[in-house]
């Protein structure tokens, strides 16, 4: 939370250096050297000049003219051109003349979402380390909008401008973006223009334009009030929020517990913890089922114990990643604090804090919202004592500091990151209406406790865009991977609800989805397989953008089921060369079946022909079929092309999130 205010501050710095002058004649940041124009389409090239001045543009041994409008905006649409290149560009108006050098005409995609999308080719290293050094491509270019929010629609994007795909540029781009440009490179060898606009933790309606929102009534109140003009200089509302901000930390802190209480300091290492409560670490206190639905602050505490010769050594403590902001103590004495959710915890105790016996570690956990807790692998729950290697994992102590139920709310943003429209505004918006090969989109993690309204929202984001660009463009989108633990029964699952609407939106004409269930990594929100996430949007681009015969784009998707007495029978579209399991024994994982109680089972499967065979000795009459139903299941069944079946469920039986808005 604190860091995302942080950002929202900055933002305001970024948004008053993006006001300027039309003197001269002045062209978007899209529009400059080294960019890649959309192939086989009109080219839109727009700028400002004075109101009335006469702009001229000579490009490809052709001029055009047109003159700036009141608003001071021009716009040509030059006509459609074959690919190829280099060209340059010179535009002229009557006070200056800029001239664009090293211009290609290939296909241009939009990468756009949240972290997944977001994540760079070095957040991946050694994991990317050959693709960085070998990506010598001249002809893919990179274009990444910095990180803004805008209250209203802003005329420009922050941007370093387009640069040429090498070592040293891709190192800092996104991943999936790149693996995907860099895939249908190699296949159509035509250039490609790699826009990229994403932010981290950022939710869908952050990136829809008011219009998109207005037929969603839970959002009409917010809505109105983003739409309102505030009032007063930036830095006047920078400092008034910074007040508040203030203010309202103090209160948090006077709130928990963990400070108030007459006996001693949470922190200290003499608490009696008589009254404590014990949970398994790592882990995130929703899914354990410890603290269901719980927000705001809890401490955990753990004892350990030294040798005398470990004693007065310095000592490191290793606690995996905590969900969201952590304070940690050794013995009383605090001796580190990380705020990123997904960042590792590694701290250093001096050697004067160590003692022989016992020692206490003590961590204030603050959860502003989502899951909750010290996550991770075991593994990467220890401490080091020089040589010496001390596990960390299992039972640890704790109570709640605060809940934010009963805590201070927080001081109201004016806007933020994730508030409606901000994105669009400053992110989107500034980039119509640069002609576009197709859109490749991978967010909704931090939608899933609204899945059921993502049903809506996100055809609604998919149609807005396309009527913004004026052009039904292909648009390409990534199932969400696997994250978090399953139960060890099937069960209910906000993330499986998430998936399910992403599937629903196949529905909107030339649409595409990358299922990823399979190369995620249930201890990560950010898997470090983006290469696959890559290949699988390509080929759904050769499918939808390309229109290649033959292509086999999908995994298994369900057809129909039918009931046998006992047995139910499952097909598939999609099944390419035929269905296949990774199971050498051919068994089926990940499928369940539920009777008229609507209870679910495991089911056992097994391959027939191109369809699958299911049974459950607890299910003597089933009605209904869930397959890889959960956070991280584990389910088999692919096609023979090597692509995941599309998790999904036979049944409409209302779902964790149905009423969540």
């Known amino acids: 939370m604190y860091q995302s205010l942080s950002i929202f501050l900055t933002c305001l710095i970024q948004l008053s250096c993006l006001v300027t002058t039309h003197a001269e004649v002045r062209l978007p940041r ?25 702009v001229t543009i000579e490009f490809s041994g052709k001029t055009f003219t047109t003159k700036a409008g009141s608003d001071t905006k021009w716009r040509l649409d030059l006509p459609a051109m074959s690919a190829g290149g280099p060209y340059t560009m010179t535009i002229r108006g009557k006070k200056n003349t800029l001239v664009i050098n090293d211009i290609l005409l290939g296909d241009v995609w939009l990468g756009s979402g949240q972290s997944n999308m977001e994540w760079r080719m070095q957040q991946l290293l050694p994991h990317t380390k050959n693709d960085i050094d070998s990506a010598n491509y001249p002809m893919i270019r990179l274009f990444d909008v910095r990180d803004t929010i805008s209250p209203s629609p802003l005329a420009d994007v922050s941007s370093d401008g387009w640069r040429l795909c090498s070592p040293q540029t891709v190192v800092t781009f996104s991943a999936v973006a790149y693996f995907f440009g860099r895939d249908l490179y190699q296949r159509y060898q035509v250039p490609i223009g790699l826009i990229t606009s994403d932010w981290g933790g950022t939710q869908i309606e952050a990136w829809m334009s008011p219009a998109a929102l ?47 209480d007459k006996t001693s300091p ?35 505490r753990r004892q350990i114990t030294l040798s005398d010769q470990q004693a007065g050594k310095p000592l490191v403590l290793h606690l995996a990643r905590i969900d969201d902001v952590d304070s940690t103590w050794f013995n009383g004495h605090k001796v580190g604090g990380t705020s990123p959710f997904d960042a590792q915890r590694v701290y250093t105790v001096p050697g004067s804090l160590s003692k022989a016996g016992t020692n206490t570690i003590a961590i ?46 927080a001081p109201n943003l004016l806007f933020s990151q994730n508030s409606l429209t901000s994105l669009y505004n400053s992110m989107i918006a500034p980039l119509i209406p640069y002609a576009l090969k197709g859109v490749i989109w991978y967010q909704g993690e931090a939608n899933t406790d609204r899945a ?64 990823a269930i399979d190369i995620g990594d249930s201890t990560n929100i950010h898997p470090i397989n983006k290469q696959d996430v890559g290949k699988r949007l390509a080929l759904a681009a050769r499918r ?16 129909a089921m039918r009931v046998e007495g006992r047995q139910v029978r499952v097909g598939f579209n999609e099944v390419g060369t035929g269905l296949a399991v990774r199971d050498k024994y051919g068994y089926v994982r990940g499928f369940s079946l539920a009777g008229p109680d609507h209870v679910y089972h495991w089911a056992k499967g097994t391959l027939n022909g191109n369809e699958v065979l299911l049974s459950s000795e607890l299910v003597p009459n089933p009605v209904a079929v869930r397959y890889n139903w959960g956070n991280s299941p584990d389910g088999n069944l692919y096609n023979r092309e090597g692509l995941p079946a599309v998790p999904f469920r036979t049944d409409n039986w209302p779902g964790l999130t149905i009423d969540k808005q």
């Open 452 to 515: 059921y309204q993502y049903r809506q929202l996100f055809p609604g984001l998919i149609q807005d865009w396309r009527n913004r660009w004026g052009h039904e463009f292909p648009f390409l989108f990534v199932q969400l991977a696997s994250f978090m633990n399953d139960k060890p029964q099937p069960a209910d699952y906000a993330w499986a609800e998430l998936r399910e609407a992403q599937t629903m939106a196949l529905a909107e004409p030339k649409t595409g989805m990358a299922v």
């Open 30 to 54: 899209l529009v400059s050297d080294h960019m890649v124009l959309q192939r086989d389409q009109p080219i839109p090239v727009w700028g400002w000049a004075d109101a009335d001045e006469r």
């Open 544 to 559: 939808v953008a390309y229109q290649e015969t033959g292509v086999v784009s999908s995994g298994p998707m369900f057809k």
């Open 266 to 300: 949470w922190s200290a290492a003499d608490l009696p913890t008589t009254n404590w409560r014990s949970m398994q670490l790592p882990g995130r206190w929703e899914e354990s089922g410890t603290l269901p639905d719980f927000d705001g602050v809890v401490w955990v």
């Open 214 to 260: 207005r037929p969603f009534p839970e959002f009409a109140v917010k809505l109105a009030s983003v739409e309102e003009n505030p009032g007063g200089s930036l830095e006047q509302l920078k400092q008034a929020f910074a007040r508040k901000l203030a203010d309202w930390q103090r209160t948090y802190t006077v709130a928990d517990r963990g400070f108030t």
């Open 364 to 409: 204030r956990i603050l959860d502003t919202g989502g899951g909750g807790g010290l996550f991770g692998d075991p593994k990467d729950l220890f401490a080091t004592v020089g040589e010496d290697t001390l596990s960390l994992a299992g039972s640890w102590l704790y109570e709640v500091g605060i809940d934010t139920r009963q805590a201070p709310k």
